[in-house]
């Protein structure tokens, strides 16, 4: 049967033809708003808490880098004409935007203003596709543009990956002819000072904010690996280090993605959705994975769609805040309307030329695909681990810094994040916590719910973690310290709390937070054994209490009568178990322990026995997954 494709595309990989189609497939609603003698798109959504110029400038900028990567990819005869028109509109915002003349001026750069990672940013784009964007511009242009770039040059940053945004404005400005003899001593500082936030192992704590999360992806090895693709040859011996830290951050990273594709949310920024992906792209462009292939392009294939198959567009057809869907509480105050274009990073596959054996390796099955397994990351403090095709991470090391509370800390502070399940929010930030999959203090008398900050990881190994963390806030010196214990098997999680609670009030275990499509749940009475609940499509979720604890309750939301918190669903029901109250002034000692489940097989979620609970070893027996043997010095008698 002859080939419906049009001839100049057969030579082409079919997977190399998606990537371009579903970049393009972005690029056009965001075309349809790109009126001349503009320098912003008009995107419709909430503002940042930046200020006006730094969202027009996002909406130009970050829309670029999907341009780009798209513009510099291997052109076919069906896109010439919106090629011309995408380079030219962007041309020209670019002049528009940098002319103080102009009424549509983007400003100039100041400290610690948005503008620094914008045209950080920009320094990137100009550079990923220079025959479309840069070179056209006349001398002149050129002149100008780079005179507003400049405007960057001594600017405070803040102590997290946006020094990398100065270190490509300095190198950009060098390699152009528009640098400063100080400009690269103060590119090599400013890389010597993200080099000391390395913690090994290809991880990254990101300065200020104390974390481990898809930070380590979005910015830290997409930087550098520019860094190292664009201007490493000044320093060979860095960039060499740079692509070693690559190569050793997918060997973890892979694990990070279900059979579906979607990888866990966890950490702040998770609007940016497919971003992860860029780290991938590459390593294969630097050469600098032992990963085979075939392997990473399902991945990210996969990755890509996953998202692509949600409604993740707003009214105009652009991409909306959100995770699975358009779900602006779920951004973070520096966020924009034009944000969720920072997934643009995720097209850098399309860098790598359409004969490059990424593109034309066979596929091979995801390690989620291969069985169940965990994985442990001890510079991160997380254990990653597959289960029934689905990812979870095990959460024993978040650095949760004050500086990202007003995040929420539930971003960083649960005690795993699973694909499927995802979590809810909570309100206002730094002085609550949603009750999923976590242990958190109501203080008696109190509306406020506090959960973990910052956590020590003691123990990590592929069948348990154990560290140490507190509950509370420094406003009324709420305190309760914790030491928790957590073991897996198959769905479920074991969990075991030590605390010793320095103020008044009731601690609360939470299960998984089972996402609905619609408020239809036939959840278990409140005082049943096992707290349970099946949603029409077959996911469940499941908390047994073993100790501890005086009584069940649900946290729910099934109807429209309270704003929804669930990040990939309007409804949802959580299992929660809560203890008797706490309260004696020197502080009260105990322990809890409880079983969490979530999955789609009901024969797994069936309630687990207790054949023995002697101080340092446990047998649990399930009618499914049988004997459940766990030996640890922190268990104690069980009765």
């Given amino acids: 049967m002859q080939s419906t494709r049009p001839l100049h595309t057969v030579n082409l990989p079919p997977a190399y033809i998606h990537w371009q189609d579903s970049a393009r497939k972005l690029l056009e609603p965001l075309a349809a708003l790109m009126h001349p003698g503009q320098a912003d798109i008009p995107l419709i959504g909430p503002p940042s808490d930046h200020d006006v110029q730094a969202d027009r400038l996002e909406s130009f900028a970050r829309p670029l880098l999907l341009a780009v990567h798209w513009l510099q990819s291997a052109p076919r005869t069906e896109d010439a004409a919106f090629r011309t028109r995408l380079a030219q509109w962007f041309r020209d915002g670019l002049v528009i935007g940098t002319n103080p003349a102009s009424p549509h001026y983007w400003g100039p750069d100041a400290s610690y203003h948005q503008h620094h990672v914008e045209i950080g940013l920009l320094a990137i784009a100009l550079q990923i596709a220079p025959v479309q964007i840069w070179d056209p511009l006349s001398p002149a242009e050129k002149d100008q543009v780079a005179h507003w770039l400049a405007t960057a040059r001594g600017s405070g940053i803040v102590n997290n990956n946006h020094y990398f945004m100065g270190i490509h404005i300095l190198e950009f400005l060098n390699r152009h002819g528009y640098g400063r003899p100080a400009d690269l001593t103060i590119v090599d500082e400013f890389l010597n000072r993200l080099e000391f936030m390395y913690r090994g192992g290809g991880w990254f704590e990101d300065g200020i904010n104390q974390a481990y999360d898809?930070?380590?992806?979005?910015?830290?090895?997409?930087?550098?690996?520019?860094?190292?693709?664009?201007?490493?040859?000044?320093?060979?011996?860095?960039?060499?280090?740079?692509?070693?830290?690559?190569?050793?951050?997918?060997?973890?990273?892979?694990?990070?993605?279900?059979a579906s594709g979607e990888h866990p949310a966890f950490g702040r920024s998770i609007s940016y959705r497919f971003n992860c992906l860029n780290v991938f792209g590459l390593v294969a462009a630097e050469n600098c994975t032992d990963l085979p292939l075939g392997r990473l392009r399902r991945l990210c294939t996969r990755n890509l769609d996953f998202f692509l198959s949600k409604p993740i567009t707003q009214s105009q057809g652009c991409l909306s805040l959100g995770w699975t869907d358009h779900f602006e509480p779920l951004m973070e105050s520096y966020s924009c309307a034009g944000s969720p274009y920072w997934c643009a990073k995720g097209f850098a596959p399309l860098i790598l030329p359409p004969d490059h054996p990424f593109w034309n390796h066979p596929e091979e099955p995801l390690l989620a695909e291969r069985g169940d397994h965990a994985h442990v990351i001890p510079p991160a403090g997380l254990t990653v681990r597959s289960v029934g095709g689905e990812v979870e991470i095990i959460n024993s090391g978040s650095q949760i810094s004050n500086v990202n509370l007003r995040y929420g800390a539930w971003k960083w502070s649960k005690t795993a994040y699973r694909t499927g399940t995802s979590f809810t929010l909570a309100f206002p930030n730094q002085t609550n916590w949603s009750l999923d999959s976590a242990l958190t203090l109501l203080p008696t008398g109190s509306t406020s719910c506090f959960g973990r900050h910052s956590t020590v990881a003691v123990e990590m190994d592929a069948e348990h973690s154990f560290y140490s963390y507190s509950l509370g806030y420094k406003i009324n010196q709420v305190n309760c310290s914790v030491e928790t214990g957590v073991w897996w098997k198959a769905g479920w999680i074991l969990q075991l709390h030590h605390y010793e609670c320095r103020t008044a009030g009731v601690l609360r275990v939470g299960g998984y937070p089972l996402p609905l499509a619609t408020p239809q749940a036939d959840v278990s009475s409140a005082d049943a054994a096992v707290l349970a609940t099946f949603a029409p499509d077959g996911r469940g979720t499941v908390l047994q209490p073993l100790h501890g604890f005086a009584a069940g309750e649900w946290a729910n939301r099934l109807d429209d009568s309270t704003p929804r918190s669930h990040i990939a669903a309007p409804y949802h029901a959580t299992p929660v178990y809560r203890t008797p109250s706490l309260g004696k002034p020197m502080g009260e000692n105990g322990f809890l322990a409880a079983l969490a489940w979530t999955g789609t097989d009901r024969t797994e979620a069936a309630a687990w026995r207790v054949d023995s609970g002697a101080a340092g070893r446990w047998q649990l027996s399930h009618p499914k997954l049988g004997v459940w043997t766990i030996a640890h010095w922190a268990l104690p008698a069980l009765a």
């Fill in 214 to 258: 898809h930070y380590n992806s979005y910015a830290f090895h997409f930087y550098g690996l520019w860094w190292a693709r664009l201007h490493g040859q000044r320093d060979e011996k860095r960039a060499t280090r740079w692509r070693d830290w690559a190569k050793l951050f997918v060997r973890d990273y892979e694990h990070f993605f279900a």
